[in-house]
């Protein structure tokens, strides 16, 4: 998808709307077109895949993955890492998406390996399209050029001392590597409070998506657009992610950067 606007940045959804903002931070809504009919149909199947457990189903009205999917403007065809996978939640609608044609490689930090194998194991048994890549978040390589890496609720862990911290500099410039040019690095995590920057990874397990924003772009990524899908505007930024009162209701920033090229 080519840029419309090239000083601003740009935030498709779903519904057609996109949210331009200028370098002064005002926006304005404009009409935009929605995914065509086939990508929109390709959404739908993924979606509705009988592979996606009972539990993951669930949790759609909450997650929006037909957005999440637009969002990250997925194409049949495409080449697409999704880190640190877990239980394989966008894994799955990733693999259906990009179809035979296109592949899925759930990315496994050597961190994390141990105990995170064993889930990525069963979604390369159930998809062919889909393989487990271990390594360094910093040196993270794959056998071909990407068009889309996929980040969801994880970049804020890799500033914690368990991933020894990560060098984060290091990890995007990984990302940018790994990436075609005019691919897309689409990260979504929780929002921290304002000024916090990485002070909340540990205790709350947030990060201050302009913080986040800042690292990206200092690797090279052209910031390319939000999404306010998972945005929840109740949540005062006060509570640890998996405080019941907040589990699965957090206030979620979606950042689109594109590689230049």
Known sequence: MKRLFPILT?????????????????RTVVTAEAPNASLSAAYAAAIADPLRPAEE????????????????????????????????????LFARVVGPQGHVYAFVPDQ???????????????????SLVNGRLETMRF?????V?????????FHLPF??????GQVNAAAFRALRPGGLYVLIDHQARPGSGIADTAQLHRMEGAQLRREVEAAGFVFDGESTAVANPADDHS???????????TDQFVYRFRKPG
Request: charged share 25%; hydrophobic share 40%; proline share 8%.
């Open 239 to 249: 509570l640890n992610v998996f405080d019941p009162a907040i589990r699965g209701r």
């Open 112 to 130: 994390t390996a141990a105990r995170e194998n064993a889930r990525a194991q069963p979604l390369v048994d159930a998809y062919g399209n889909v």
């Open 57 to 92: 189903r669930e949790r759609d009205p909450l997650r929006h993955p037909a957005e999440m999917l637009a969002f990250a403007e997925l194409s049949p065809g495409d080449r697409i890492a999704d880190i640190r996978p877990g239980a394989g939640y966008f894994t799955r």
């Open 149 to 157: 890496i996929f980040v969801s609720q994880e970049y804020h862990d």
């Open 163 to 168: 991933f020894g911290p990560a060098d984060i």
């Open 143 to 147: 056998d071909q050029p990407l068009d």
């Open 10 to 26: 740009v935030a498709l959804a779903l519904s057609g709307c996109i949210i331009v903002s200028n370098e002064g931070g005002e």
